[in-house]
């Protein structure tokens, strides 16, 4: 709980890489660039009373 | 648009939408979100869409809230893929179209769904988990 997650978007590169705060921890995915589609930023739940917070954006 | 270089500075340009959710997730704010249903996999996505194909990089920040039972994802998603599901998410359904990494009891992992396959990832910078 409290973790912070950054979720870095690379449109030219086409993929997504995920950092949390105050570890070495980096992951990278690539994304499958879908015309007929659109790319959102999104949280996943499964159990309830969960609670997630967007904190802000940096564009670069 | 955040004009400077540290992150967070800005609360603008993404908000949690209130249309494009899962009817078990509740929108707090525009920059928070809550679950208010439990076992089952329920998307909440943001606005407006990420540029594709080119333009410059985006980073964001999520804060994990509550988390009692150390299980939730963040990333990005393909909105109608996950809108024809209903907002929901299913491992063994194929074309979820979401990349994700998953929050789990400090553990995280990374969760790639799209086309014909649905893959988990750990890297070894995690720790050991037996669980997703």
């Known amino acids: 709980m409290n973790d912070t997650v950054t979720v870095e978007y690379d449109p030219i590169e086409s993929k997504v890489i995920f950092r949390r705060k105050g570890t070495e921890d980096t992951h990278t995915l690539e994304v499958e660039v879908k015309d007929n589609d659109e790319l959102h930023l999104c949280g996943l739940f499964y159990y309830n009373n969960d609670e997630l917070e967007y904190l802000g954006y940096e564009e670069e | ?132």
């Open chain 2, 1 to 132: 648009m955040a004009t400077g270089h540290n992150l967070f500075e800005s609360k603008k340009e993404f908000k949690f939408s209130s249309d494009l959710k899962h009817t078990g997730i509740s929108v707090v704010s525009d920059t928070q979100i809550k679950s208010t249903e439990g076992y089952s996999y329920r998307f909440a996505l943001m606005e407006p869409a990420l540029q594709v194909g080119g333009g410059k990089a985006v980073k964001v920040g999520f804060k994990v809230k509550e988390n009692q039972s150390n299980w939730l994802a963040v990333g990005v998603c393909y909105k109608n893929t996950v809108a024809n599901s209903d907002y929901n998410f299913n491992y063994s359904t194929l074309g979820h179209g979401a990349y994700l990494v998953s929050s789990n009891a400090g553990t995280y992992r990374l969760i790639k769904v799209h086309g014909l396959r649905s893959t988990q990832a750990k890297t070894t910078r995690c720790q050991p988990s037996t669980t997703t």
